[in-house]
T-cell receptor, first 115, second 114 residues
Framework: GAGVSQTPSNKVTEKGKYVELRCDPI?????LYWYRQSLGQGPEFLIYFQGTGAADDSGLPNDRFFAVRPEGSVSTLKIQRTERGDSAVYLCASSVPQGSITEAFFGQGTRLTVV | DAKTTQPNSMESNEEEPVHLPCNHSTISGTDYIHWYRQLPSQGPEYVIHGLTSNVNNRMASLAIAEDRKSSTLILHRATLRDAAVYYCILRDVSGGGSNYKLTFGKGTLLTVNP
């Protein structure tokens, strides 16, 4: 498994519930990103990790959204009190460290549906 | 981030060349031009990037205008597998910029006819 892996691939949840989305980056990639993509739109930046710390979380829409990366590898995006407007595809990407112009590798995404 | 403008959609026939345009009239000297594409139900994938000179790789070619205010992604022989949304993105490499971030627009939806 050389690519970025995201689980689950699909998640249906009820409004008000809590969800966790998982991302396994490519081994050795210290930079990790979360994006959100609504239907018909391009991906929208949410948060960027360099190692274990969130270097930029300016894209998180509100305090219901939180992401962690405790050991600098796997990351979890957490959404509390889900709303129907949170329905989207959540994409994770990883790359070598910031500062070098290298490609970002994306996972296939988790499609979240809030009913 | 500097803005890019792309046509909403384009159509091509299989095995013919495709030229996907991108305008970026406000590009700065430290902006690299990146192209990503997104196949149906997949995450985006890197295609190519360049700064000033034209670039070629196994997937495509990137032609950059002399004034850098526009660029063109060239697929030399389109296949059905090239049907995707193509995104043109500017990425600032200067130290003060958030060059880790990719700012996607809506891209160009390429349809390839058999």
């Amino acid at each position: 498994g050389a690519g970025v892996s995201q689980t689950p691939s699909n998640k249906v949840t009820e409004k008000g519930k809590y969800v966790e989305l998982r991302c396994d980056p490519i081994s050795g990639h210290t930079a990790l990103y979360w994006y959100r993509q609504s239907l018909g739109q391009g991906p929208e930046f949410l948060i960027y990790f360099q190692g274990t710390g969130a270097a930029d979380d300016s894209g998180l829409p509100n305090d219901r959204f939180f992401a962690v990366r405790p050991e600098g590898s796997v990351s979890t995006l957490k959404i509390q009190r889900t709303e129907r407007g949170d329905s989207a595809v959540y994409l994770c990407a990883s790359s070598v460290p910031q500062g070098s112009i290298t490609e970002a590798f994306f996972g296939q995404g988790t499609r979240l549906t809030v009913v | 981030d500097a803005k890019t403008t792309q046509p909403n959609s384009m159509e091509s026939n299989e095995e013919e060349p495709v030229h996907l345009p991108c305008n970026h009239s406000t590009i700065s000297g430290t902006d690299y031009i990146h192209w990503y594409r997104q196949l149906p139900s997949q995450g985006p994938e890197y295609v190519i990037h360049g700064l000033t000179s034209n670039v070629n790789n196994r997937m495509a070619s990137l032609a950059i205008a002399e004034d850098r205010k526009s660029s063109t992604l060239i697929l030399h022989r389109a296949t059905l597998r090239d049907a995707a949304v193509y995104y043109c993105i500017l990425r600032d490499v200067s130290g003060g910029g958030s060059n880790y971030k990719l700012t996607f627009g809506k891209g160009t939806l390429l349809t390839v006819n058999p």
